[in-house]
């Protein structure tokens, strides 16, 4: 098996941390630098107390980047990092595997163009939990008989993005199924701002963000006499990595950009 060098933006964060384990463990994965906002030079062994790594950190991405010799970013950071990030990579010949949410639609655009005209292949997954990639799918399924729907996402409060990209996606999938349409009464009004929820074509998305929590997503459907729910829960951060680990293997055979871990999977 062809080794892959691997670098890990964010390695201090929740979900940088459960990728670090996840390299540890397996054999293919050679962790060859980290980019995180501190401890410029210093072993990521002696920052995180993961023994089983000794790769660098690095805290300008630009050096690491154009230094290191690697074949994947893992990108677990913010918004405004993840695509600051995944274009300095597609720039320097790495192909990025990002699961930072918040990109905007123009960002997306942006960096699917790049790496198309680079050749090198991304993956950007708003979700890597292998039950929520199902969830979404189902939901699609689900849409053409049930047009009138309501997404309910719940994460942590530590949270930057609302809604999640998760719930972006789902929407996206729905609208691919159905027309749009205005839900609800036609004269409904809002006596307090938002009740409704944020509209996507018609669809609304409630976002809720509260301590105890992890990533959950209820889709519930409704017709005539009948609601449908579809739900997800990530309980623990270890839901997303074997979608991590599926992304950072396939992104080195492919030579575009896909959104979403679904164009992954058999
Ligand atoms: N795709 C998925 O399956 C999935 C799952 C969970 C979280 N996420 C997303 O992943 C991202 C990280 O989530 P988290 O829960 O680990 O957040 P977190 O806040 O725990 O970690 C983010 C880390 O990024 C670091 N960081 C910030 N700016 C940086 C920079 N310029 N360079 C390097 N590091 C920088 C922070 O120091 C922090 O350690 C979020 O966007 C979140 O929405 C995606
Ligand atoms: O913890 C987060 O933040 C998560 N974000 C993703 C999203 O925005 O959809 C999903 C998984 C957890």
């Known amino acids: 098996m062809k080794q892959i060098n691997v670098v890990v933006a964010g390695p201090r964060g929740k ?3 459960e990728a670090l384990k996840m390299i ?14 501190k401890h410029e030079g210093e072993k990521i062994s002696e920052v995180t107390g993961l023994r089983d790594l000794d790769a660098i950190i690095y805290t300008d991405a630009e050096v690491c980047l154009n230094e290191v010799d690697a074949d994947v970013l893992i990108d677990l950071t913010t918004p405004e990092f993840g695509y600051k990030h995944t274009k300095l990579a597609l720039e320097n010949g790495i192909r990025p595997v990002v699961g930072t949410t918040g990109f905007t639609p123009d960002q997306l655009e ?3 163009n790049l790496s198309e005209s680079k050749q090198l292949g991304a993956v950007i997954a708003p979700n890597f939990a292998v039950g929520a990639v199902l969830m979404m799918q189902f939901s699609k399924w689900a849409a053409k008989h049930f047009p009138d729907v309501e997404i309910i996402e719940k994460h942590h409060d530590q949270k930057l993005d609302a809604p999640s990209g998760t719930a972006i996606k789902t929407a996206d999938l ?10 609800g009464h036609p004269d409904e009004k809002e006596t307090l701002q938002s009740a409704r929820g944020a509209d996507v074509d018609g669809m609304k998305i409630h976002s809720v963000r509260l301590p105890g929590l992890v990533a959950h997503q209820e889709v519930i459907f409704g017709g005539l006499g009948q609601t449908l729910t579809i739900k997800h829960d990530s309980l623990h951060r270890e839901s997303f990595m074997s979608g991590v680990k599926l ?3 396939e992104v080195m055979n492919i030579d575009t950009l896909v959104y979403g871990l679904e164009h992954l999977l058999d």
């Open 24 to 37: 540890a463990n397996e054999e293919q994965f050679q962790l060859v630098a980290c980019i995180d906002r």
């Open 247 to 249: 992304a950072a293997t």
């Open 174 to 183: 729905i609208k691919e199924e159905r027309e749009s349409h205005h839900q």
């Open 15 to 17: 979900m940088g941390q």
């Open 110 to 112: 942006e960096v699917t």
